[in-house]
Structure formats: structure tokens, C-alpha cells
């Protein structure tokens, strides 16, 4: 098993640039998650998904959006890229079943924006 | 609303030195899970432990040991006889069961840096 894996793990965009990040699960999770990681500020949660074809905002969802077509990828996307925007990305997904709802993490992805 | 505060930014201490890491939390809900995760310099997120509300019970598991008390709203991690291997980030972080909120959403702490010197 694979486990969560990200695509891409880095990535440098310009101002107002577009662009997805893939990530994957191969766990069978009903529930996935995507946060951004940035200094000092321990990680925030932007969207998350219960279920595919469902979707929610989280925290900080502002200038973001996401899909969740297949129950094992949630993308996240940006449209007009913002230096704000610059951060590590981290996917997690989870089993609905509160006794066993630990979420996994996947590698994450470094972006810049420039 | 719901809080996680680590106030420890940063920990250095010598190998073989034990070493708490503090996590405060608020919620106003009564049923609730804390966690503890570790990022060593890699940067991959690593499940340590997972304690529900109902559970007091401290548990160890190794040199890792966790200290809940729901008085105090506190549920702080000792690490006994530190190695350099334990030199990470850690973060704690809470989610919330109550009613239809069942979506596993965690709020994460600001994390601890731990730097065990040689």
C-alpha cells in the first residue's frame, strides 16, 4: 500500500498562475483532508471532503477550491496564485469510524509562489 | 470555539535528558480526541497517539509517555532518556465528535521544535 501520496512535491509558480495538486489514497478512507503548513503556525485546515462528491470549506479556504470526483483523490486548486499562497501543503484522509479516525498524512507539497 | 496552545516554541535540551512537551486545549464539547504527531526534519507527519475524552488513563509506550488530565485541560508528552533521533517538530491537535460533527477535522497546535543535542 502506498498509503497518501501527493503530486507534485514541488512546485515555483508566478503571480495569477494556476494550477492542482493531486492527492491520492489507496486506504479506502471516507474522509480526506487538506491543510497548509506555515511557520509558527502549526497547520490549518483549507477544504476536506466526507465523501465523494461532497466537499467543505475549512479554515482557511479563501482563494482555493477543491473536487472530489473518486473516493481515493481529492484535488486542490488554485486559480490565480498568490505569494500568500506560498507554503507546504500536506493531504490526510481518515475512516469515518470515530474509533479508528486517525488521519494519515501524505509527504506534502512545497510551493512558492513568486 | 476550539483551541490547541503548545507555548514551548522551541526545547533544546542534552541526549539522555527527559523532556515534556505541553499541549493545552479548549473545546466545549465533552466527547473528544487529542493527538500527538511527530515531523522530524524530513517533513512527513507521523501518527504518535491518539487518546478519546473518556480515557484518563496514561499510557507509555517506550520512552513516550502522555499525560491527559481533563481538569486542567492539559495532555502533555514526555519523552524519558531523549536521542538525537528525537529531534523534531510536534504537534498536538484535537477534533471534535459532538452531533453532526463528526467530520474528523483537526485543529493543530502551533508545534514544539525539539532539539536533543549529542
Known amino acids: 500500500n502506498a498509503g497518501v501520496t501527493q503530486t507534485p512535491k514541488f512546485r515555483v509558480l508566478k503571480t495569477g498562475q494556476s494550477m492542482t495538486l493531486l492527492c491520492a489514497q489507496d486506504m479506502n478512507h471516507e474522509y480526506m483532508y487538506w491543510y497548509r503548513q506555515d511557520p509558527g503556525m502549526g497547520l490549518r485546515l483549507i477544504h476536506y471532503?466526507?465523501?465523494?462528491?461532497?466537499?467543505a470549506k475549512g479554515e482557511v479556504p479563501d482563494g482555493y477550491n477543491v473536487s472530489r470526483l473518486k473516493k481515493q483523490n481529492f484535488l486542490l486548486g488554485l486559480e490565480s496564485a498568490a505569494p500568500s499562497q506560498t507554503s507546504v501543503y500536506f493531504c490526510?484522509?481518515?475512516?469515518?469510524?470515530?474509533?479508528?479516525?486517525?488521519?494519515?498524512f501524505g509527504p506534502g507539497t512545497r510551493l512558492t509562489v513568486l | 470555539a476550539q483551541k490547541v496552545t503548545q507555548a514551548q516554541t522551541e526545547i533544546s535540551v542534552v541526549e539522555k535528558e527527559d523532556v515534556t512537551l505541553d499541549c493545552v486545549y479548549e473545546?466545549?464539547?465533552?466527547?473528544?480526541?487529542l493527538f500527538w504527531y511527530k515531523q522530524p526534519p524530513s517533513g512527513e507527519l507521523v501518527f504518535l497517539i491518539r487518546r478519546n475524552s473518556f480515557d484518563e488513563q496514561n499510557e507509555i509506550s517506550g520512552r513516550y509517555s502522555w499525560n491527559f488530565q481533563k481538569s486542567t485541560s492539559s495532555f502533555n508528552f514526555t519523552i524519558t532518556a531523549s536521542q538525537v533521533v528525537d529531534s523534531a517538530v510536534y504537534f498536538c491537535?484535537?477534533?471534535?465528535?459532538?452531533?453532526?460533527?463528526?467530520?474528523?477535522?483537526?485543529?493543530f497546535g502551533q508545534g514544539t521544535t525539539l532539539q536533543v543535542k549529542p
Open positions: 491537535a484535537l477534533t471534535s465528535l459532538r452531533g453532526s460533527g463528526n467530520t474528523g477535522k483537526l485543529i
Open positions: 490526510a484522509s481518515s475512516y469515518r469510524d470515530r474509533r479508528n479516525n486517525e488521519q494519515f
Open positions: 471532503s466526507v465523501g465523494e462528491g461532497t466537499t
Open positions: 473545546t466545549r464539547d465533552t466527547t473528544y480526541y
